[in-house]
């Protein structure tokens, strides 16, 4: 069986939301599987000198046009929180915690919480607000949130983190066909052409 496709995207990227709303189906095209890597855009912006996209002279008014304009082609609901950019721990640790226990509620909290902070404009960054948005895929809302304080649970997203920078990641989306590397939402048609020919 092919090796699953490798996804990784921060909780509070546009583009790694746009991007959620379509690998699982694209991937399945293909007969592949999808491996959900969330990680901190952080640490890849420290290492690379960039700053987010709205923060950015002369990028940022163009990127918050962006956002909207490429959510509007996918056919997707689109509002930027309010408090933006913003580091999202506690969905992050939430999912790691949730993936060691089953791969399915940790996808699917992924899927909620990008809903809940890109199509509604929450604060998808609250450990409240991940813990409520748990409770009906059957995670207790107490256990949820002592969960994410424990330190081997923050360690692993840490660590999760500088895995993926060591392996070459810095921006949101980005994926690995293989070993093969593709970064951002407008690499997904690439994505595509590459699992259907082989590569090129």
Known sequence: ????ITFYFDFYSPYGYLASR???ELAAKHGR???W?????????????HRPLLDTP????Y????????????GVRFKLPAEF???????????????????QTAQALAHAVYRATFGEGRDGTRAELVADLAEPLGVPHAELLAAIQRPEIKQRLKDETRAALERGVFGSPFIFVDDEPFWGNDRLDQVDRWLQSGGW
């Open 33 to 35: 599987e999808v491996d």
């Open 85 to 103: 950019p913003k580091a999202a721990l506690a969905p992050a640790r939430a999912f790691y915690w949730l993936l060691d226990q089953n791969r």
């Open 63 to 74: 990127a918050a046009r962006d956002f909207a304009r490429s959510a509007r082609l996918q």
């Open 37 to 49: 890597r969330p990680f901190l855009l952080g640490p890849a912006f420290a290492a690379t000198g």
């Open 22 to 24: 379509r690998i699982d």
């Open 58 to 61: 002369l990028m940022g008014d």
């Open 1 to 4: 069986m092919a090796e699953p």
